[in-house]
């Protein structure tokens, strides 16, 4: 069994996968997140773990050892580096917390999608890349519907095809692609019926010589960009809670598997609160559905703690 679980560690991110089956689908069934207009904000945010950057001497080397300065050390938590904290101007021995999340504007609350934590050497530009990436990889449908681009910057389908090369647009100026099942290029798509029901098929145009950061898809001017850029601030109020009402940056753990549980914790929390307080905003739910929200939260408590024990008593 121990070696089932540590092959289960190596091949699939456990933690967030727990938490999406457990928190965030859940709430996306409940309508506390809307697939369908999908607004999301990510943010990056400092955990210092208690554990000192320089290690201890290892037992075996005394005081009297020759080689004291070359002798190997122990750190307690290994997985710790140096990163840049911008929000207090200082360096940091730790980890960096990178969330997405979203708002659900009507019950006025912040839902984490996605905690990821990631090297302390990474900028937050590049953690938006790979937490977007894995949050397409694992939100079986969640994912917001966009084109995206391949390394070489040729536009992929929803599906993650390869979209059909169509010429250029004089008019427009830009280079055309069309959807591949519709071009004959792929044999089926997942998405064929919801993408473009037409039979000409999802057609994109890429603008020739165009800076996105210049020249966004929304005008930075325009009453619909201030709605979306005012959501940004979900995601810091979200590392609020984590960090300091589920008292993360107090706990006295070391190493990224210990925190991804703990954050794992939190998170589910975050979003059993929502579902609790939804409950209370309806008035259509009865006082006998809220009393059943309330003795599955305890249930759910209980249910995500067990694999805790079980993998202190596995190690």
């Known amino acids: 069994m121990v070696q089932t679980v540590n092959s289960l560690r190596k091949t699939v991110p456990f933690p967030q996968k727990i938490f999406f089956f457990l928190a965030v689908l859940p709430s996306a069934e409940l309508g506390l997140v809307a697939p369908g207009s999908l607004t ?22 005394g005081h009297s050892c020759p080689y004291r300065d070359n002798c190997g050390r122990h750190y307690s938590d290994p997985d710790a580096d140096w990163g840049w904290d911008s929000s207090s101007k200082a360096w940091y ?11 659900n504007n009507t019950l006025k609350i912040e839902l984490p999608l996605l ?30 519907k966009n084109i995206s681009f ?5 536009p992929l389908c929803q599906a993650g095809h390869k979209m059909c090369p169509w010429g250029n647009d004089p008019v427009k100026n830009a280079h055309k692609y069309r959807c591949p099942l519709k071009c004959g290029r792929t044999a089926s798509c997942p998405y ?29 001017d325009s009453e619909q960009y201030k709605t979306i850029y005012s959501e940004r601030t979900a995601c810091e109020r979200a590392n609020n809670r984590v960090l300091n009402d589920y008292c993360l940056q107090h706990l006295k753990i070391r190493g990224r598997e210990h925190f991804s549980f703990w954050t794992m914790l939190a998170g589910i929390c975050i979003h059993l609160d929502a579902r609790y307080k ?7 739910l009865s006082q006998n559905n809220v009393n059943s929200l309330v003795k599955k ?9 067990m694999p805790f024990f079980l993998t202190t008593i596995l190690k």
């Not at 021995?93 to 997405?100: N, S």
């Not at 939804?278 to 259509?284: F, R, S």
């Open 192 to 220: 064929a019926e919801k993408c473009s029901p037409g039979s000409y098929g999802r057609t994109v145009y890429i603008k020739k010589n165009s800076d996105l950061r210049f020249q966004p898809r929304i005008p930075r």
């Open 93 to 103: 021995f730790g980890h960096p917390l990178y969330m997405l999340c979203c708002r």
């Open 115 to 144: 905690m990821k934590f990631t090297s302390a050497k990474r900028h937050d530009s590049i953690n938006f890349l790979y937490a977007i990436d894995d949050f397409g990889r694992n939100t079986y449908g969640l994912f917001p």
């Open 150 to 154: 391949d390394k070489t910057g040729h």
């Open 297 to 305: 939260k305890a249930f759910l408590t209980g249910l995500i703690v």
């Open 40 to 61: 999301l904000s990510g943010d990056g945010t400092a955990v210092v773990p208690h554990a000192s950057p320089y290690g201890k001497h290892l037992s075996s080397c």
């Open 278 to 284: 939804a409950a209370h905003l309806y008035t259509a």
